[in-house]
């Protein structure tokens, strides 16, 4: 879900265009919502969400940036649950909240 808004926050902030930035934050911080029920590609969901919302918390300094990414972290995180535990491998994936599954491949 918004993927490239999240994703070009880091580039409207660098390019100056802090107007639109800023309107772009806000519908993230007010909409964003991680707790879905679905597979998603770790990979791109860390480097376009994740990163995305971290970098445009560094540029702007808005806390609601920063909850997101950290519920997003915490989200992703689950995808290696043997540092915490025994179980899945590197393949598991996020499903939702407190589930994770092996991806085919791994």
Same mark, same amino acid.
């Given at each position: 879900?918004?993927?490239?808004?999240?994703?070009?926050?880091?580039?409207?902030?660098?390019?100056?265009?802090?107007?639109?930035?800023?309107?772009?934050a806000?519908w993230?911080?007010?909409?964003?919502?991680?707790?879905?029920?679905?597979?998603?590609?770790?990979?791109?969901?860390? @480097?376009?969400?994740?990163?995305? +919302?971290?970098? $445009?918390?560094?540029?702007?300094?808005? !806390? =609601?940036?920063?909850?997101? /990414? @950290?519920?997003?972290?915490?989200? +992703?995180?689950? $995808?290696?649950?043997?540092?915490?535990s !025994? =179980?899945?491998?590197?393949? /598991?994936?996020?499903?939702?909240?407190?589930?994770?599954?092996?991806?085919?491949?791994?």
């Open positions: 879900v918004a993927q490239t808004l999240v994703d070009s926050l880091d580039t409207l902030w660098m390019m100056g265009f802090h107007e639109e930035f800023h309107r772009a806000e993230a911080e007010a909409n964003l919502n991680f707790d879905k029920d679905l597979n998603v590609n770790y990979f791109e969901t860390s @480097i376009r969400h994740l990163g995305g +919302l971290l970098s $445009a918390y560094v540029f702007s300094q808005r !806390p =609601g940036l920063l909850l997101k /990414a @950290i519920d997003l972290a915490q989200r +992703l995180a689950q $995808a290696f649950p043997q540092l915490a !025994p =179980g899945p491998g590197p393949g /598991a994936a996020p499903r939702r909240a407190g589930s994770t599954a092996s991806a085919g491949w791994a």
